[in-house]
């Protein structure tokens, strides 16, 4: 059975998210770098597997699969003692409430103020825009008050264990940080002691540290 | 006890969630939540719905908001009518390919989707300036993301493989709502849009409720 293939970019957000959850369950797996600066995801011969001509993809055995998240569900799926993915039909329901927050509820904002701090923060010469990055953080400071309510009463955000929902907010949750220090910022205030442990105990995970200095080719664990 | 579903007739949401009940043929009863009573920010209900957003249901004990999770969770409990195929696929690969088009709904089409709509629709009607340029913006993105549906649905009848599933259904009430945005998309980018886009709404579970969500005990 030929090694899963993870096409996209070292330090991309999205293919981080995937290596994270493939890092968790110690899944090996061949980085493919994608020439993005060169437009090589939007030639017609990558076209043919993501027809959005977006990164990541991965090819599983001949499976070919986009979307970082179906990817990581899939992953996990094949992985159901993880229980990243719950399967008693009441625990997995409010799994699929905590993963469709994180997708209205944290990522719109998330990942519009996190992609343009990242960019910031790498020094790439693109064009940013603080008050776009401000706006942003004003919303999810709002949402994040309903996290804190619900992180007030359980552990993580679909109940008292650690699912793919919670490691869906990796790589941007991370991200947002960069607009403040390390001990005050959007997911580190004082307001928000619940947010700031559930943040703390995200960010501490092996999966997470392991390519913090970019995605790589991990063959053994 | 009959499955509550508190929202209002006309909302994007609430209509989502009818959508997949009448599919599956499950009775339910609507409690309205009046919005612009601000009813949704309410203390009572923030309780159920921290987020202040509409829907969210009750069913057997359990409560349960967001709208594509609520759709999953009817799908997971209750048995497709006869003659229904089921909305979420069981087989690994099937499975995958239906979290592949939910993802592709959420990420690349309803950011554009919802946003023109929000700027010619719902913005008048709360008497909010339309952004033109952010409203321009969502449309020519839109266009864009409909390259990809035009190429998936040229090999395939529906966005995850040949049968529908609750990724398709949940495009629905945004993509619906498009002409009255001023938006011809649906019907204009290309025939293989056209004809799925057509075939989704004239369903009878969309017919249903597209014009209002109601409480439903027979059918």
């Given amino acids: 059975m030929a090694i899963l293939k993870l096409y996209g970019g070292k330090q991309a957000s999205c293919t981080r998210r995937v290596a994270t959850v493939l890092h968790e369950l110690n899944v090996p797996f061949e980085l493919v770098e994608i020439d993005v600066m060169n437009g090589a995801h939007k030639k017609p011969e990558y076209l043919k597997f993501q027809p959005f001509g977006q990164i990541p993809y991965i090819d599983d055995d001949g499976f070919i699969l986009y979307e970082t998240r179906a990817i990581c569900r899939y992953i996990a799926a094949k992985h159901p003692k993880s229980g990243l993915i719950p399967t008693d039909p009441k625990s997995n329901a409010l799994f699929e409430q905590a993963a469709s927050v994180e997708l209205t509820n944290f990522d719109p904002s998330a990942s519009k103020a996190g992609l343009q701090l990242w960019i910031k923060k790498m020094g790439y010469t693109y064009p940013t825009d603080d ?71 995200l960010v501490s995970r092996p999966s997470w540290l392991a390519y913090l200095d970019g995605v790589k080719t991990t063959t053994a664990y | 006890m009959v499955l509550k579903l508190h929202g209002f007739a006309l909302s994007t949401c609430t209509r989502r969630v009818a959508t997949v009940l009448h599919e599956y043929k499950i009775p339910f009863e609507l409690v309205p939540v009046d919005p612009s009573k601000g009813e949704h920010k309410a203390a009572a209900y923030l309780e159920k719905q921290p987020f202040g957003q509409v829907p969210y249901i009750e069913d057997d004990g359990l409560t349960l908001f967001e709208s594509r999770a609520i759709c999953r969770y009817i799908v997971d409990k209750y048995r497709a009518p006869a003659g229904v195929s089921p909305l979420v696929p069981k087989d690994t690969k099937g499975k995958a390919l239906f979290e592949q088009a939910a993802s592709i709904e959420y990420s690349n089409f309803d950011p554009y989707a919802s946003g023109a709509v929000r700027e010619k629709v719902f913005k008048p009607m709360r008497g909010l300036p339309t952004d033109q340029s952010a409203y321009d913006f969502c449309v020519s993105t839109l266009s864009a993301k409909l390259d990809g549906y035009e190429a998936i649905l040229g090999k395939q009848k529906y966005l995850a493989g040949d049968e529908i599933t609750l990724a398709d259904l949940f495009h629905i009430p945004y993509a619906s709502m498009l002409a009255a945005a001023g938006c011809d998309l649906m019907t204009t980018k290309g025939p293989n849009v056209t004809r799925w886009f057509n075939e989704l709404t004239a369903r009878a579970s969309w017919v249903a409720v597209k014009d209002g969500a109601k409480s439903f005990s027979s059918y």
């Fill in chain 1, 131 to 201: 008050k776009v990055i401000a706006d942003h953080l004003e919303t999810l400071e709002k949402k994040l008050d309903a996290y804190e309510a619900i992180l007030s009463k359980q552990r993580y955000v679909a109940g008292e264990t650690i699912t793919l929902a919670d490691i869906f907010h990796l790589p941007y949750g991370v991200y947002v940080t960069y607009d403040g220090s390390e001990s005050d910022n959007i997911m580190n205030r004082a307001s928000r002691p619940n947010v700031a442990r559930w943040y703390k105990e």
